[in-house]
Every structure is written in C-alpha cells, then in structure tokens.
C-alpha cells in the first residue's frame, strides 16, 4: 500500500559531498570513510587513523617536502622525523599524541 502522502523526511540535512564533515589534511578522506580522525589546534587541521599509522610506519620524510610540523610547529632539526604531506606534515610526537587520542 502506498499513497499515504506522508514523508518522513524534514529535509533539514543538506546533501553535498563536502557538508561540512571534518576532513583528514593529508589524505583527504572525510571523518565518514575513516575509522578515526583527530584534529589539530588548527580547524581545519586533521589526520585520520590511516595516516596516522602511515607516518608512524614511514618515521620518515613523507611523500612531500620536509617541513615543519602543521601540528606543534616544530622543525625537522628539533625532531626525530617529520612526516611531510602535500600539504601538511606531522611529527613524530605529535603522530604519537594523535595515535594515543585515537585510541581512548
Ligand atoms: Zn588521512
Ligand atoms: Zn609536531
């Protein structure tokens, strides 16, 4: 049976692939297609667990430049490693702090 006319819907969630949801600064998965994602001090700062495990893994320079922590701003001299994305990098401690609040 059909035609009751009633929908559920309100219609109050905009539908887009980006609405909004935070999005992993390195690969750019969105917090919906990865299992974790932690921000950084800055908003639009996020890893996800992927790349988390990825800069661990690697301990080294990344697929990008080294540079400067995106995280703490630390520079490559005054780290272990730094693990440098397209866009961003990320330390060895603070790959450590984002592993830790990943895991709570
Ligand atoms: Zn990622
Ligand atoms: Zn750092």
């Known amino acids: 049976m059909e035609g009751s006319g009633s929908q559920r819907a309100p219609g109050g969630?905009?539908?887009g692939p980006a609405g909004g949801k935070p999005r992993c600064s390195f690969c750019g998965r969105a917090s919906n297609e990865?299992?974790?994602?932690?921000g950084g001090p800055e908003a639009w700062l996020k890893i996800c667990n992927g790349c988390v495990y990825g800069a661990r893994a690697a301990?080294?320079?990344g697929p990008g430049k080294p540079r400067s922590?995106?995280?703490?701003g630390r520079k490559p001299k005054e780290v272990q490693w730094i693990y440098g994305g397209s866009?961003?990098?990320?330390?060895d401690g603070c790959t450590q702090r984002s592993l830790d609040e990943m895991l709570i």
């Open 59 to 61: 301990r080294s320079d």
């Open 69 to 72: 922590c995106s995280f703490c």
């Open 87 to 91: 866009m961003v990098a990320i330390c």
């Open 13 to 15: 969630t905009p539908k």
């Open 34 to 38: 990865t299992s974790a994602i932690v």
